[in-house]
């Protein structure tokens, strides 16, 4: 699903990933629209611009994967500002392009997002990574004592994570670990049910807090 105020960016943007051999299910012009069209259509990939009339992009991005975790997010933004990367990925996105990029970049990320990797334009994935680590540092609630102990994850989970926690991507991870990338996605999603998390964003931050990225 594609999601931009401008109609001839939109349309071309949709007509690209059509010509691609992508299903475009649905496209919208503003953030009410495209949080009733995205409800409806049910897309795999949200393909969304942040400046959007009626109601943000971050705010759409945080109505439609709080509803449905399993949606991949790739905004689309004029704006490489640091504070509007961050501000999307909190929100839930899984990746960030500038609109210089090239249709076949396009396509690409879109491909990537659909498999889980998160995708951003050069630059921006240390950018990311920093915030996750500065995240982590922040003081956490301690437990109370009535809650439940963390549960137990295997030890090829724990690898996973640890790789999560680096900042590769599910593809590195799979040809690290010499195994399928679709096996590396059922560890995460496991990992995610299992630590009652909702994303790839709660996911490294919860990992980097236990030093996961240092050994």
Known sequence: MVVDDHPMWRD???RDLAAAGFAVVATAGDGEQAVRRARAAGPDVLVLDLNLPAKPGVQVCKELVGANPALRVLVLSASGEHAD???AVKSGATGYLLKSASTEELT????RTAVGDPVFTPGLAGLVLGEY???ASEPVPAAGAGEPKAPQLTDRETEVLRLVAKG????????RLVISHRTVQNHVQNT????????????????????????
């Open 168 to 175: 590769l991507s599910y593809k590195q991870i799979a040809e």
């Open 85 to 87: 990367v961050l501000e």
């Open 12 to 14: 071309a943007v949709a």
């Open 133 to 135: 680590r500065r995240l």
């Open 108 to 111: 690409d990320a879109v491909r």
């Open 192 to 215: 995610l049910g299992k630590l009652q998390l909702h994303n790839r964003v709660e996911l490294v931050r919860y990992a980097i807090e236990r030093g996961l990225d240092e050994t």
